[in-house]
Every structure is written in structure tokens, then in C-alpha cells.
Nanobody, 116 residues
Framework: QVQLVESGGGLVQPGGSLRVSCAAS????????MGWYRQAPGKQRELVAA???????NYADSVKGRFTISRDNAKSSVYLQMNSLKPEDTAVYYC??????????WGQGTQVTVSS
């Protein structure tokens, strides 16, 4: 399994911006589809954004137009740029790596809090 480490979480006011990052170990990062999930207390973990090995993306309706997922295969990293943040975006954000054959991996998560 690849190891994933998230960073960049923190406290931001409504309307602000934040970028969370996920660094992956290993030399086959480019073969994985990557995603960002989030989970708030008492709620199910939900997919926020995903990007395939070919660069295709999809987003949850709640974040379309505000969030952007990207990847840098040379750095074995995936990013989530979050703009126009709302209090409802408050959650622990998790990085996820998926491969059709190899084992999937989850990061430990990073807290994002949107509050005035």
C-alpha cells in the first residue's frame, strides 16, 4: 500500500480559501486514482472530489464551482483548492488512493474548520 499524509488544514473564516495537500509514498503514484473525502461528526463520510490517473475529475454537487482537485505526478501529490468556504464545509478531510489491483490507502485526515 502507498502511505498518504495530508497537510494544510486549519481555521478559516467564511468566504476564505484553503488548500489541503496529500503526499504519497512509492514510485507508482501515477497509476492510482485519487480522491478527497470528508466527514463531519455524526455524518457519513462523503466523496468531495476525485481525479483519475488520466486527469479526469468529478465533484460533489455541493462543492462544484468552489473546489478544484489537481495532481502532480512528479511530486506524488494531490491537492484540493477550496474557495468561497462555508461553515458546512467544516469536516475532517481524508486523502484516498485507489488501484484496480493493488491495495487502496487512506490518509489520517486533516481538520478544516470554517467559522467566524
Amino acid at each position: 500500500q502507498v502511505q498518504l499524509v495530508e497537510s494544510g488544514g486549519g481555521l478559516v473564516q467564511p468566504g476564505g480559501s484553503l488548500r489541503v495537500s496529500c503526499a504519497a509514498s512509492g514510485s507508482i503514484f501515477s497509476m492510482y486514482a485519487m480522491g478527497w473525502y470528508r466527514q463531519a461528526p455524526g455524518k457519513q463520510r462523503e466523496l468531495v472530489a476525485a481525479i483519475t490517473s488520466g486527469g479526469s475529475t468529478n465533484y460533489a454537487d455541493s462543492v462544484k464551482g468552489r473546489f478544484t482537485i489537481s495532481r502532480d505526478n512528479a511530486k506524488s501529490s494531490v491537492y484540493l483548492q477550496m474557495n468561497s468556504l462555508k461553515p458546512e464545509d467544516t469536516a475532517v478531510y481524508y486523502c484516498y488512493a485507489h488501484h484496480n489491483v493493488l491495495a487502496d490507502s487512506w490518509g489520517q485526515g486533516t481538520q478544516v474548520t470554517v467559522s467566524s
